[in-house]
């Protein structure tokens, strides 16, 4: 028995398989869709029979001809380390987007630092693609754009939503620039030596996001649609209405969606600039 002074561990509220199906159907998702899901599923309790009840979940909701996509990011690549896409983990991307990898099924994209896995009906489709940026035009990304397939967010909140590095890539925001990175990476003909690359963040501006206001214009538009499980929420939106939001305050002012940024950084950089150039 416990003493009247010693603490109660709090229990964790279980999140069951029915639970999950159930919030899906409520939201929409059904057979035969295509998802991009990123998650922090830590804030939907503690999943009954472990992580992989959500894939089972959403694999019985959309089908045999549905299809499913995680973010499998790993940037080790970046620092010389090598890519293999069977073998290489995704890093800080989740347990579930490891699940997704690491499904005897799941076929993962080239692409070292920015890749996704798959599941499903267009596997082969989104990975089979191979372009030097991930968000280049002919990428899985924009091809999940043609396919209409929805954003789905398991706990999640929108800082977590790649998609918007298409759209920062498309609008060429001035807070990122073009970089390129070159090593060994395991191809269908044995290890080679690749160059990719990425439109990164510029460090010195070191830019803070939020997409709080492009979240606000599709609630607006009935397009963001939640549910509540235990302490976070479950959320779908239809990518094209995402990036078409995005888009929106992007071709406004490329700023617009910047809370923070080193502003001696920018007025270092204009003063180190011509007349001519400041005109």
């Known amino acids: 028995m416990l003493g009247s002074g010693t603490p109660v561990k709090p229990v964790m509220k279980e999140v069951t398989q029915d639970q999950v199906v159930s919030c899906l159907h409520a939201l929409g998702v ?16 503690r999943p009954r029979g472990g992580v992989g009840m959500y894939l089972e979940a959403i694999l019985s909701v959309i089908g045999p001809r549905g299809t499913l996509a995680a973010p499998t990011f790993n940037f080790a690549f970046a620092r010389g380390e090598r890519y293999h896409p069977l073998e290489t983990p995704s890093d ?10 690491q499904h005897p099924c799941s ?8 890749s996704i896995a798959v ?18 035009p002919g990428s ?9 397939f929805k954003l789905l967010l398991l706990g999640a909140d929108s800082r977590a939503i790649s998609m918007f590095h298409y759209c920062e890539q498309r609008a060429n925001v001035p807070y990122r620039y073009w970089k390129e990175f070159t090593g060994p990476v395991y191809t269908s003909n044995g290890w080679q ?3 990719y690359r990425m439109f990164v963040r510029d460090l010195e501006l070191n830019p803070q996001l939020t997409l709080d206001p492009v979240v606000a214009e599709l609630q607006a538009r009935g397009q963001w649609r939640s549910v509540p499980l235990n302490y976070g ?15 929106l305050f992007l071709r406004r002012d490329p700023w617009s969606l910047v809370t923070h940024v080193n502003s001696k950084a920018i007025s270092d950089r204009q003063e180190a600039r011509s007349p001519e150039e400041n005109q």
């Open 30 to 45: 059904g057979a035969g869709d295509g998802l991009l899901t990123h998650s922090a599923v830590q804030f939907l309790g």
């Open 92 to 101: 800080s991307m989740g347990a579930f987007s490891e699940c997704v990898r």
């Open 107 to 114: 076929r993962r994209t080239s692409h070292p630092m920015q």
């Open 119 to 136: 599941l499903g009906r267009y596997a082969e489709d989104l990975a089979g693609r191979d372009t030097p940026s991930a968000f280049d």
């Open 140 to 148: 899985a990304f924009e091809r999940m754009l043609e396919l209409d």
């Open 193 to 195: 030596t690749l160059t």
């Open 233 to 247: 929420l479950i959320t779908t939106c239809r990518l094209r209405d995402f990036v078409a939001a995005a888009d």
